[in-house]
C-alpha cells in the first residue's frame, strides 16, 4: 500500500476543501475591509453635504426673511 494520500481520499479532499475555504475567507476580509471604507467615505461625504444643504436652506431663509411684503394682487372680473 503507498503511503501518499490519493486525489480520491477523504482526508486530501477534506484538506483541499479547507485551503479553498480559507483562501475565500480571506478574499472576503479584503472585500469587507474596502466594503468598510468605502462605507466611511461615503457617510463623511453625505454628512458633508447635509451640512452644505442645511447652510443652503439658511441663507435662502434669511434672504427670504429680508424680502419686502408684496401687496395681494387682484384678481382678472
Known sequence: ???AASP???IT???ERIERLLQRHAELQRSNALLTEQV???TKERDSLASRLRA???RVDALLERLPETPP?????
Do not use: F, V, W, Y
Open 56 to 58: 443652503a436652506r439658511a
Open 73 to 77: 394682487t387682484k384678481e382678472a372680473p
Open 40 to 42: 466611511a467615505a461615503l
Open 13 to 15: 479532499q477534506i484538506g
Open 1 to 3: 500500500m503507498d503511503d
Open 8 to 10: 480520491n481520499d477523504p
